[in-house]
């Protein structure tokens, strides 16, 4: 399985950004897909996931400006980001999650200018 991160860049603050995570399995072979961010010096952290049901579940710091997505049909995944922080800013990893194994994607950075 193979997950491919894109969508990462610069932006000033309060502006908006929109990842993209290509699967190459069907995204029904997952019971969970999810985006992890690490900063520097920090720990990897859950930023949202969402399950086979569309239940989407945002940690506190970015809920009501992100918005975890999927597509079945492009095998992909998405995170709209609005209103971003420079706190938000690191890089932004996908993962999938099925009865298997867990994957990762390659990672893609944001950085938030103040």
């Known amino acids: 399985v193979q997950l491919q991160a894109s969508g990462g860049g610069l932006v000033h603050t309060g502006g908006s950004l929109r990842l993209s995570c290509a699967v190459s399995?069907?995204?029904?072979?997952?019971?969970?897909l999810a985006w992890y961010r690490q900063a520097p010096g920090k720990q990897r952290e859950l930023v949202a996931s969402i399950d086979h049901l569309d239940i989407a579940i945002y940690a506190d710091s970015v809920r009501g400006r992100f918005t975890i997505s999927r597509d079945n049909t492009k095998k992909s995944m998405y995170l709209q980001m609005n209103m971003l922080k420079p706190e938000d800013a690191g890089v932004y990893y996908c993962?999938?999650?099925?009865?298997?194994?867990?994957?990762w994607g390659q990672g893609t950075q944001v950085t938030v200018s103040s």
């Open positions: 399995r069907s995204l029904f072979t997952f019971d969970s």
């Open positions: 993962y999938a999650r099925n009865s298997i194994d867990t994957y």
